[in-house]
C-alpha cells in the first residue's frame, strides 16, 4: 500500500504593480494534509509447504507551500500601500497510522512488515523586491506542523520460521530549508513594527513488536524516527527597514 499527498498551494502578489488598500492586506497560503493507512496480511500453508508473508504500508506527505508578496525584478518593484500586511504560510501535515500487521505460518514461515511514514512539507513566506509601507505592522510568518506514526506488528511461526517487522518516520530532509519566512534582496519597508517568524512542530511514534516460534526461528523488530527539519528566518541583501 503506497499513498501520498503531494499539493501545490500558493498565495501571491507578483509582478511590478502598485497595491493601495484603505484597511489591512493579507497574503495567505495553508495546506492541512491527513493520511492515514493499514494492511494486514496472514499467510498459512498446509503439509510441508511454505508460507512467505509481506506485508507494506508506505505513507508520505510532500506538500509545498508558499505566500510571497514580490516583485518582478529589483528594477521593476512592487509598490504596495495599507494599514497592515500580513504574509504567511503553513503547512500541516498529520499522518494518523500507518500500520501494518502479519502472519506466517507453516513448516517453513517467515513475515517481513514494513511501515514508513514520511513528511517532507515545504513552507515558504516571503516579501522581496517591493517597496512596502505600511501605518501599523508587517507580519511574515512560516509555521510547518507535524505529526507522524508507523507501526509494525507481526510474527512467524514453523518449523522454521523467521519475522521481521521494521518501522521508520522520518520528517524533512529533503529541502535545504523546511520553513523560511523573510524580507527578500532588493526590498524597502516603512512600518510601525516588523515580524518575521518561522517555526516548526513536530511529533514522531514508531513502533515494532515481531515475534517467532519453532525448531529453528529468528525475529527482529527496528523502529527508525528522523527528525531533520530545518527553519530559518531571514533578512536578504539591499534592504532597507
Known amino acids: 500500500m503506497d499513498n501520498t499527498i503531494d499539493n501545490t498551494v500558493v498565495a501571491s502578489l507578483t509582478g511590478g504593480m502598485d497595491v493601495m488598500a484603505l484597511g489591512d492586506v493579507r497574503v495567505s497560503a495553508v495546506d492541512d494534509a491527513f493520511l492515514e493507512g493499514d494492511a494486514t496480511n496472514v499467510t498459512l500453508a498446509i503439509g510441508l509447504g511454505a508460507a512467505i508473508g509481506v506485508s507494506d504500508v508506505l ?3 510532500t506538500s509545498e507551500v508558499s505566500a ?3 516583485g518582478a525584478s529589483s528594477t521593476d518593484r512592487l509598490d504596495l500601500w495599507a494599514d497592515n500586511l500580513s504574509v504567511s504560510a503553513l503547512a500541516d501535515a498529520d499522518i ?14 517467515v513475515a517481513v512488515n514494513l511501515a514508513d511514514a514520511t513528511v517532507s512539507t515545504r513552507a515558504s513566506a516571503l516579501v522581496g523586491q517591493a517597496h512596502v509601507s505600511v501605518a501599523n505592522d508587517l507580519v511574515i510568518t512560516a509555521s510547518g506542523v507535524n505529526q507522524a506514526d508507523a507501526s509494525a506488528v507481526g510474527g512467524a511461526f514453523g518449523a522454521i520460521a523467521a519475522g521481521a517487522m521494521v518501522s521508520a518516520v522520518r520528517i524533512g530532509g529533503d529541502h535545504a530549508v523546511d520553513v523560511i519566512a523573510g524580507v527578500g534582496d532588493h526590498t524597502s519597508i516603512q512600518a510601525g513594527g516588523v515580524t518575521i ?3 516548526a512542530s513536530n511529533i514522531l511514534t514508531g513502533n515494532s513488536q515481531a515475534a517467532a516460534g519453532g525448531l529453528i526461528s529468528g525475529a527482529g523488530a527496528e523502529t527508525t524516527i528522523t527528525n531533520d527539519t530545518v ?3 531571514k533578512i536578504g541583501e539591499d534592504v532597507s527597514i
Open 59 to 61: 505513507n508520505a506527505i
Open 68 to 70: 510571497s508578496v514580490m
Open 96 to 109: 494518523d497510522r500507518t500500520k501494518t500487521v502479519g502472519v506466517a505460518a507453516s513448516l517453513l514461515g
Open 197 to 199: 517568524g518561522s517555526a
Open 231 to 233: 527553519s530559518l528566518a
